[in-house]
C-alpha cells in the first residue's frame, strides 16, 4: 500500500528471542496503530498512538511494547517472543482526514510470525 | 469495553440465494465498516457507514446501518461462489475517524456451493 511501510513480512522466531515489527507512513497522520489476528478470528488492537510521543493499551497489549518517537514511524517490540504471539500483525494504512468523513483504515499484506 | 458480534459465523449456501449477515454492537456508534478476507490474504475494504440509515451497495453485496438498534446488516443477492469468503464488521467508537482504532467482529465465513 502507498503510504505505509512494514517490514518485515515474514518472521519466524524462537521461544525467547526479540524482535521489533517497524511501520512507516508518510500520510502526516497523527493516529497508528498495531493489530494482531489469529487464525478463526478478527483483528484485535495491541497499541495505538493517538498522537506522536504518545501510546495507548489497545485489546490485548500484554507482551508488547510499541514506540513513537516520530510522526511517521511506530514500532512494535516483542521482548521475549512466546508462541502464543504467533499471528499475522498488521499497521493499517490510514486515508482521508482524521476527524471527516473520509477517513478510513486499509490493511496490507501484514507481518506473518510465527515463534516455534 | 466496545463489543461487536457478527452472526452467522459459518454460513454454507447455494448459489443463486439470498442472505444476511448481521453484525450488533454495543456501544454508540455511527461509524462502522464491512471488509473481506480470502483465505490467505489481507483485509479488502467493502463499505463504509457513517450515519443511522446509511445504506451503500456494490454489485450483490448491500450494506445498511441502524445506529438506534446498533445493527448494520450485509445482505447477499443471489450469491455466486466468488462471493465466498470471510466477512468481517468493525466499529469505531470515535465518530469523528481516527484516534483509538477499531473493534472487529470475529468474522463470518461464507462457502456458496455450486
Known amino acids: 500500500n502507498a503510504g505505509v511501510t512494514q517490514t518485515p513480512k515474514f518472521q519466524v522466531l524462537k521461544t525467547g528471542q526479540s524482535m521489533t515489527l517497524q511501520c512507516a507512513q508518510d500520510?502526516?497522520?497523527?493516529?497508528m496503530y498495531w493489530y494482531r489476528q489469529d487464525p478463526g478470528m478478527g483483528l484485535r488492537l495491541i497499541y495505538y498512538?493517538?498522537?506522536?510521543?504518545?501510546?495507548d493499551k489497545g485489546e490485548v497489549p500484554n507482551g508488547y511494547n510499541v514506540s513513537r518517537l516520530n510522526k511517521r514511524e511506530f514500532s512494535l517490540r516483542l521482548e521475549s517472543a512466546a508462541p502464543s504471539q504467533t499471528s499475522v500483525y498488521f499497521c493499517p494504512l490510514t486515508t482521508g482526514t482524521e476527524g471527516c468523513t473520509n477517513y478510513e483504515q486499509y490493511f496490507g499484506p501484514g507481518t506473518r510470525l510465527t515463534v516455534t | 469495553e466496545l463489543k461487536v458480534e457478527q452472526n452467522p459465523l459459518f454460513l454454507s449456501m447455494q448459489e443463486g440465494k439470498n442472505y444476511t449477515i448481521y453484525c450488533n454492537y454495543s456501544t454508540t456508534s455511527d461509524r462502522l465498516y464491512w471488509y473481506r478476507q480470502d483465505p490467505g490474504k489481507s483485509l479488502e475494504s467493502l463499505f463504509v457507514?457513517?450515519?443511522?440509515?446509511a445504506v451503500k451497495q456494490e454489485g450483490r453485496l448491500m450494506a445498511s446501518l441502524d445506529t438506534k438498534a446498533r445493527l448494520s446488516t450485509l445482505h447477499i443477492t443471489a450469491a455466486v461462489h466468488d462471493l465466498s469468503a470471510t466477512y468481517f464488521c468493525?466499529?469505531?467508537?470515535?465518530?469523528?475517524?481516527?484516534?483509538?482504532?477499531?473493534?472487529f467482529g470475529k468474522g463470518t465465513h461464507l462457502i456458496i456451493q455450486p
Open positions: 500520510m502526516n497522520h497523527n493516529s
Open positions: 498512538s493517538a498522537s506522536e510521543g504518545t501510546t
Open positions: 457507514l457513517l450515519s443511522n440509515g
Open positions: 468493525a466499529v469505531d467508537e470515535y465518530s469523528g475517524g481516527g484516534a483509538d482504532g477499531l473493534t
